[in-house]
């Protein structure tokens, strides 16, 4: 026999005993998860909440049946979360699988008491993505949320994930963080998270029935509201919706939103932003850390309330001047409530600090939060540029005749 043959048979034995299939796993065998939550007790547990999709339910075209429902809601409570999540194969019948995970939900409760410990295990699993959202369940649990079910999209995850990627691209309040983005800005000097607040708007307990799917108007909903400030690893309190969307200018997350703008003398008129980038810029000065924030933003007119003439040069420069004053409030208005309410640097000032003098920065890290950044001098610009009028110039408002 040959080198060569001997070389073949060696591979056909091999052959024999390999599987390409070895480790499948059948979709009808599965439960697949599209959200979690997480939740504490008050024994110091954790109570992990995960929405099973129920094939039958989405695919039905009635839904008029409990048994069309389009998701399951199971729960386990143990003293970890890895544990707590097999202890629900005690009442599902098939394994639960994760990698189609879109959202978890953590409870405002299990936040303010840190969230370092609950992000490890999803990060470790071989079986959980990094791309899906975190979000904090706000003045409730992470099981309320994922109990109230929707009616434009079916399965009540996909909803929050298309309404949250949704209200970011065009509201500015809201932003969605990912898992491995959460890791990257907690493990970074100079820098906090905030995670979007998810709330429910009426009752909860008629949220999760099959009555919330069948009115016009469901008597429970989800609603995104606000940005949750995480200190090391600690939710410490809530920005609302302007200082959201301070924020977000910012960290240069706006995309598309509507500003309300107090007009030159009386009334107010709607601009639309249509493209905005920030710049933050950090400097030392006799080792004394300062910061630099330019807003440029181009947008469009979209409503007007007030007596304006918009076919003069002028009235346009001092609307533009007016959307500019604007904007520097809603930052300064951010800016200031961070620092005397939380002490803790969402923005990455120090990080831009960091980047800009590392040798200065080795000095400063130690007491960042509680000395340098309270005390930080930041100043605001804005450069705004009206581009568009709409279909009209002034409004045939002023125009009717009383």
Same mark, same amino acid.
């Given at each position: ?243 959201? !969307?301070?924020?977000?200018? =910012?960290?240069?997350?706006? *995309?598309? +939103?509507? %500003?309300?703008?107090?007009?030159? @003398? #009386? ?113 605001? !610009?804005?450069?705004?540029? =009206?581009?568009?009028?709409? *279909?009209? +110039?002034? %409004?045939?408002?002023?125009?009717? @005749? #009383?």
């Amino acid at each position: 026999m040959t080198k060569k043959s001997i070389v073949l048979v060696i591979i056909s034995f091999f052959l024999l005993f390999t599987s390409g299939c070895w480790n499948r796993r059948e979709l009808n065998e599965l439960a697949i998860s599209v959200g979690e939550g997480i939740d504490n007790d008050k024994e110091g547990k954790y109570k992990i909440s995960t929405q099973i999709v129920i094939p039958a339910g989405v695919a039905s075209k009635t839904g008029n049946a409990p048994s069309d429902l389009p998701v399951r809601l199971f729960t386990g409570t143990e003293d970890s979360i890895f544990e707590a999540m097999r202890e629900i194969t005690t009442k599902s019948p098939r394994p639960i699988y994760h990698s189609h995970l879109r959202i978890l939900v953590i409870g405002e409760s299990l936040a303010k008491e840190g969230i370092g410990e609950v992000l490890d295990m999803f990060f470790r699993d071989h079986e959980y993505r990094t791309d899906f959202y975190i979000v904090i369940a706000k003045n409730t649990t992470a099981e309320n949320i994922l109990s109230i079910l929707t009616s434009i999209e079916k399965i009540p995850a996909n909803n929050m994930v298309s309404s949250l990627e949704t209200s970011e691209k065009t509201w500015a309040p809201s932003t969605a963080v990912t898992l491995d983005e959460l890791i990257q800005v907690l493990v970074t000097e100079g820098k906090n998270p905030v995670l979007t607040g998810i709330e429910i708007i009426g009752d909860p307990k008629s949220g999760h029935t099959q009555q919330n799917l069948e009115t016009i108007d469901p008597t429970a909903y989800l609603k995104y509201s606000g940005l949750a400030v995480i200190k090391n690893d600690k939710m410490v309190g809530w920005l609302n919706q302007e200082e959201s !969307k301070g924020y977000n200018f =910012i960290m240069d997350n706006v *995309k598309n +939103t509507v %500003s309300d703008v107090t007009c030159p @003398k #009386e009334g107010k008129f709607n601009f639309e932003i249509i493209r905005s980038k920030t710049e933050v810029k950090a400097m030392l000065e006799n080792e004394t850390p300062k910061i630099e924030i330019s807003i440029k933003s181009e947008g469009n007119v979209g409503e007007v309330k007030c007596d304006i003439d918009l076919t003069k040069q002028q009235t346009i420069t001092e609307l533009e001047k007016a959307i500019e004053k604007d904007f520097i409030n809603l930052v300064e208005t951010a800016i200031k409530k961070v620092k005397e309410d939380y002490s803790t640097d969402i923005f990455g000032f120090g990080d831009a600090v960091h980047r800009a003098d590392a040798k200065a920065w080795k000095t400063l890290k130690s007491d960042w939060n509680e000395k340098h950044f309270s005390d930080l001098e930041v100043s605001v !610009k804005a450069d705004v540029k =009206i581009r568009r009028l709409g *279909k009209i +110039t002034n %409004s045939f408002i002023n125009e009717i @005749k #009383e």
